[in-house]
Each structure stands twice: as C-alpha cells, then as structure tokens.
C-alpha cells in the first residue's frame, strides 16, 4: 500500500522565512524545511494498480503557471484546541483551479472523491497540550506575515512512511504544469 499526497513545493527562502516564525510556543513541533510544503489533496492509502493509476493521470493535469504568496497564521481547529500552526495563503484563483483539475483527474484514477473543503496552508507547527493563551500571542506576533509571491510551475507526488517520531517524505514523481518534461 502507498499513501500518498499531491504537493506544491516551496522554494528554500520561502521556508526560511517560515522556519524563522518557530519558537516560544510551549507543546509545539515545528516542522523541519524539508517536510514543509502545500497539499494540495491529500489521497491517502492506495493500492499498487490504483498508484499507478495515479501516476499517470497526474501527467495529464495542465494549468497555466500562476503565482502564490503565504500570507498570515492561524490554527486548526479554528474553534476548540488548536492541534496545527499553519501559515496561510493569498486567495489564488490559479490554486483552486488546478486543485479541482487534480480532483478531478484523481477520480478518474479511481480515487474516492474528497468530501471536505479545500483549505490551503502550510503546516508549521503540531501543538501538544499548548495553552491557549501561548497560541494567541504566536498569532498575534505573526498576524501580519507576508512572503514574496513565487512562481508554480510543477506539481509533485509524495509518498508518506509514519516513522516513530515523523513522517517521511519521498517524491515520487514531479509534472510539469505545462506539459513539458520537468
Ligand atoms: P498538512 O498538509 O495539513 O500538513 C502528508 O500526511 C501530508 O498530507 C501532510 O502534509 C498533511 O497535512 C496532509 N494531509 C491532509 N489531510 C490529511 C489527513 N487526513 N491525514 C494525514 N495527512 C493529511
């Protein structure tokens, strides 16, 4: 079985950026800049045909390159504990758009259609007994972050091991948004 995710990948001063607002937030995990990027549809457990399925019908997805830029925090779940950090993003309408082309082209591979709401964020943090107090004054430090805008021209598959202490990533293949090689 593979699970997986199709992800957009950040560039390293992006990151940066993002690794610079971990700390002083008691109970928290910050992710490492490697496991840190944008799912963009999380598949989960898949069996080999479905996998290659999968594979394939990723290399038909095509979009027009577009621009994203990460634009404030918040947490999950908005309303009782918070167990995420996120950094958020700009409204994309380029994002939402290859978000369905990549639903839709996952159905088609025989995957089961995702029932929950899109929210586009990039995971900084995963809290463990954190006070609430301690998560409003992280939000209120960093309510006005910003990072310049980058490009996306390729999207990626990853596969997702559970380790002991975290996930590993590995990418399994890359797609070139227009069409070309990667
Ligand atoms: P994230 O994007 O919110 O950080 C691999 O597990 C990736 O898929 C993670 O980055 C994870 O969260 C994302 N993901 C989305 N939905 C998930 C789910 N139901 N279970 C596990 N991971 C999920």
Redesign the pocket.
């Given at each position: 079985m593979y699970?997986l995710?199709v992800?957009i990948e950040l560039p390293a001063d992006v990151k940066d950026m993002l690794s610079r607002l971990s700390g002083d937030v008691p109970g928290a995990r910050w992710?490492e800049s490697d496991?840190m990027?944008?799912?963009v549809r999380?598949i989960?457990e898949v069996d080999g045909l479905v996998y290659e399925d999968v594979l394939a019908a990723l290399g038909d997805v095509r979009a027009a390159p577009f621009e994203l830029a990460l634009r404030g925090v918040g947490h999950?779940p908005p309303r009782g504990e918070p167990r995420?950090l996120?950094a958020g993003l700009e409204r994309s309408d380029g994002l939402r758009l290859l978000h369905d082309r990549v639903e839709s082209a996952l159905v088609r591979a025989g995957v089961e259609a995702e029932r929950r709401k899109f929210s586009p964020?990039?995971?900084l943090a995963r809290l463990k007994g954190t006070p609430s107090r301690a998560v409003g004054s992280f939000l209120a430090r960093n309510g006005l972050f910003r990072a310049d805008p980058f490009a996306v021209r390729e999207l990626h598959l990853?596969s997702?091991s559970l380790g002991a202490k975290r996930?590993v990533?590995r990418c399994e293949a890359s797609y070139a948004l227009d069409g070309g090689g990667p």
């Amino acid at each position: 079985m593979y699970r997986l995710f199709v992800s957009i990948e950040l560039p390293a001063d992006v990151k940066d950026m993002l690794s610079r607002l971990s700390g002083d937030v008691p109970g928290a995990r910050w992710l490492e800049s490697d496991e840190m990027h944008l799912t963009v549809r999380f598949i989960g457990e898949v069996d080999g045909l479905v996998y290659e399925d999968v594979l394939a019908a990723l290399g038909d997805v095509r979009a027009a390159p577009f621009e994203l830029a990460l634009r404030g925090v918040g947490h999950f779940p908005p309303r009782g504990e918070p167990r995420i950090l996120w950094a958020g993003l700009e409204r994309s309408d380029g994002l939402r758009l290859l978000h369905d082309r990549v639903e839709s082209a996952l159905v088609r591979a025989g995957v089961e259609a995702e029932r929950r709401k899109f929210s586009p964020h990039v995971t900084l943090a995963r809290l463990k007994g954190t006070p609430s107090r301690a998560v409003g004054s992280f939000l209120a430090r960093n309510g006005l972050f910003r990072a310049d805008p980058f490009a996306v021209r390729e999207l990626h598959l990853f596969s997702s091991s559970l380790g002991a202490k975290r996930a590993v990533h590995r990418c399994e293949a890359s797609y070139a948004l227009d069409g070309g090689g990667p």
